[in-house]
């Protein structure tokens, strides 16, 4: 009997090791975002949401590496409609504010992209 208090400390240190990996994620890797508006009145964004959420910024980095080094400025096809590949024009664009959207979400996950002391926020809706 004396050694159950052993072999309880065994279970909780084992559990501990075995869910540590899920519990990362679960807290940092598969980032839970908030409910947001996405502040326009289309129905989809270039990919599907789950690709968006989990990748925009390396999409934005393909359009930007098109741009600056092939001038391939597009086009990209959204639900039949073509957009050039433009951060402030297409994600902007369409979304109608940063602030209500994009900074929102990046204020919850705790983000600050340095992308506008270069690129202008336009006129919010
Ligand atoms: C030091 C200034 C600077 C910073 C910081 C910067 N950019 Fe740019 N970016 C530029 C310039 C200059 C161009 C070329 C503009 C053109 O040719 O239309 C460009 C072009 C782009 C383009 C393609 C053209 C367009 O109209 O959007 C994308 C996409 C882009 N940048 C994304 C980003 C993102 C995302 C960030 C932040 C993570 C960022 N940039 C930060 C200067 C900057
Ligand atoms: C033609 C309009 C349009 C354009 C252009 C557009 N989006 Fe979207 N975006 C949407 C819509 C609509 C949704 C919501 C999709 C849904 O709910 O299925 C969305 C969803 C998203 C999401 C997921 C939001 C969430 O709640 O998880 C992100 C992130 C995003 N967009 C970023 C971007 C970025 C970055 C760009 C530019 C590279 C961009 N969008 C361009 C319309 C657009
Ligand atoms: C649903 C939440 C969410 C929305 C909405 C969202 N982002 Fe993000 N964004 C993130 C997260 C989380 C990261 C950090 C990802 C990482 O570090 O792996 C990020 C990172 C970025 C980065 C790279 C920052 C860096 O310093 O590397 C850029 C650029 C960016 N977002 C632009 C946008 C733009 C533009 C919009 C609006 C059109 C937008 N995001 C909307 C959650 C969001």
Redesign the pocket.
């Known amino acids: 009997m004396h050694d159950q208090g052993k072999v309880i400390a065994g279970i909780v240190i084992f559990l501990i090791v075995v869910l540590f990996p899920i519990w990362y994620t679960g807290a940092f890797g598969d980032f839970t975002p908030p409910n947001l508006d996405p502040v326009t009145d289309a129905k989809e964004c270039v990919k599907d949401k789950a690709t968006m959420t989990a990748w925009h910024?390396d999409l934005?980095?393909e359009?930007?590496n098109?741009?600056?080094r092939n001038n391939d400025?597009g086009p990209v096809l959204i639900a039949g409609k073509e957009w050039?590949?433009?951060?402030?024009?297409?994600c902007l664009g369409c979304h109608g504010s940063y602030r209500k959207f994009c900074h929102k979400c990046h204020t919850y996950a705790d983000v600050k992209?340095?992308?506008w002391?270069?690129?202008v926020v336009p006129e919010e809706r």
């Open positions: 910024m934005l980095n359009w930007r098109d741009v600056v400025r050039e590949k433009s951060l402030t024009r297409t992209p340095d992308c002391q270069c690129h």
